[in-house]
């Protein structure tokens, strides 16, 4: 078993909910292996707040949770990046920088739970559905035995665990 920590760079376009989550879920549940971090391609500049009081009422720490560019992980010396998830269709679609260290990528798109309108319980809900959904994802993913597994086979799983019907 390797002792390697993978980074992984979550994407999506405004950087406020599925990726700050999926961030938040692979850090505080897989630390010890992996180190997380998200982005969008057109941040909003905030957390949404829905997902600051969804990991606060689970316990979850949310202090480096904020609202970047993707361009803080394509410049020169940044962070090199293992793997890179798409979790949103709009950032799937998009034209990616080149992110150093050439990392594997899939695309776990997700229902946006910051486009919900109604009731505060019904917004409550769709974040809570997005955090299961990324949780399934991210520890399907972390079971995979990475360092043993060729790059074409552990594409194909990284293919499959983004296209599971939740």
């Known amino acids: ?3 390697k920590k993978y980074n992984i760079l979550f ?16 850090n505080h549940y897989f630390g010890n292996r992996f180190n997380a971090f998200s982005a969008g391609s057109n941040p909003a500049g905030v957390v949404n ?3 600051l009081e969804l990991l606060k009422a689970l316990k979850i720490p949310t202090n480096s949770a904020r609202s970047k560019n993707w361009d803080e992980f394509a410049k020169e010396g940044a962070t090199e990046l293992d793997f890179v998830f798409t979790v949103c ?11 150093p ?3 594997m990528s899939a695309h776990w ?10 009731s505060k319980a019904e917004i409550a809900a769709a974040f809570s559905e997005a955090f299961r959904m990324l949780k399934n994802r991210i520890t399907a993913f972390a ?5 043993s597994l060729d ?5 194909s799983d990284l293919d499959k665990i983004g296209d599971a019907k939740d």
């Open 1 to 3: 078993m390797s002792d």
């Open 11 to 26: 994407l999506c376009t405004g950087n406020s909910a599925r990726s700050i989550l999926g961030e938040a879920i692979t």
């Open 49 to 51: 707040p829905h997902s």
């Open 89 to 99: 269709d709009n950032a799937a679609a998009e034209v990616c920088p080149f992110w």
């Open 101 to 103: 260290g050439q990392p």
């Open 109 to 118: 798109g997700l229902p946006d739970p910051a486009a919900v309108t109604g």
């Open 143 to 147: 079971s995979l035995p990475i360092a």
């Open 151 to 155: 790059r074409l086979s552990l594409q």
